[in-house]
């Protein structure tokens, strides 16, 4: 089974930076497309940015720029860099996992990212 575990979420202001962090287990990593969304009240989950295995990456148009997604496949993590905030970045952040083989998803609880303005 696999788990995936974020951390790193908070509130900060406007123009700060956070560094988000998932931890995947259960799960050959370093074969798996990565990737974080995000949901902000009232609003549909969202692609934020994704890695594959070959470490390709594409992020969504409103974050181009300002975020990095990363991964340390010797560690099972992937990261999400976010610098030059803002209050429309407030949202819960979710781990995806796409699975190799199977394409089948898996999702973390999430993290809580509160930007102030």
């Known amino acids: 089974q696999v788990q995936l575990v974020e951390s790193g979420g908070g509130l900060v202001q406007a123009g700060g930076s956070l560094r988000l962090s998932c931890v995947a287990s259960g799960t050959i990593f370093r074969l798996n497309t990565m990737g974080w969304y995000r949901q902000a009240p009232g609003k549909q989950r969202e692609l934020v940015a994704v890695?594959?295995?070959?470490?390709?990456?594409n992020y969504a148009d409103s974050v181009k720029g300002r975020f990095t997604i990363s991964r340390t496949n010797a560690k099972n993590t992937v990261y999400l860099q976010m610098n030059s905030l803002k209050p429309e970045d407030t949202a819960v952040y979710y781990c995806?996992?796409?699975?190799?083989?199977?394409?089948?998803?898996?999702w973390g609880k999430g993290t809580l990212v509160t930007v102030s303005s």
């Open positions: 890695i594959t295995s070959a470490g390709s990456t």
């Open positions: 995806n996992c796409r699975r190799w083989g199977d394409a089948m998803d898996y």
